[in-house]
């Protein structure tokens, strides 16, 4: 289990943009959020990106790097950023199984042939620039996410009061 204020593992992934992203790199003004997404098979993921991708400039003005992830393949999720309502969105493929326990997922294996054989369940992370974590939801089922309203308004306020990371002991 990932502790708040600890450093957060190392992340580094392609991009369907033909770019790479990798933790070590994010400079964010105030946090950079990773949102894991169990893959393309999955019509939550697809609401929960749209949305996402929405309210991308949102996250931007409030100086926050955003990075959606997946262990999907790279022709599942180029089909992804093709398919979905996501234009703009930052998105990952090929995380590893290992990595995604490495940061806490719970794994899910198919329960037909439309799923991939393993894949990570849904989690939101948000990292301080340092690469400290300061809030995470991690998720057992597709259903019942977090908001991005919510999220933003969190910012909001975690940046006005100066708000520390909770949960550390």
């Not at 590893?96 to 940061?103: N, Q, V």
């Not at 708000?163 to 550390?168: K, Q, T, V």
């Amino acid at each position: 289990m990932l502790k708040p204020r600890k450093k957060v593992p190392s992340l580094q992934v392609d991009l369907i943009n033909n770019t790479h992203w990798k933790i070590e790199d994010q400079n964010p003004e105030n946090f950079t959020m990773i949102v894991f997404y169990r893959g393309l098979h999955c019509p939550i993921c697809k609401k929960q990106l749209e949305e996402l991708a929405s309210k991308l400039n949102l996250f931007v003005k409030k100086g926050v790097n955003v990075l959606a992830v997946s262990c999907d393949t790279e022709e599942k999720a180029k089909t992804t950023g093709d398919k979905w309502k996501v234009p703009s969105l930052p998105i990952g493929y090929e995380m590893t199984i290992e990595k995604a326990r490495e940061w806490g997922l719970y794994i899910s294996t198919a329960k037909d042939d439309k799923e991939p054989e393993h894949f990570s369940e849904p989690g939101i992370f948000l990292i301080r620039p340092d690469q400290t974590l300061y809030f995470s939801s991690v998720q057992t089922m597709p259903f019942a996410r977090p908001k991005f309203d919510e999220i933003l308004n969190a910012i909001d306020y975690i940046m006005k009061n100066e708000y520390p990371a909770r949960g550390e002991s």
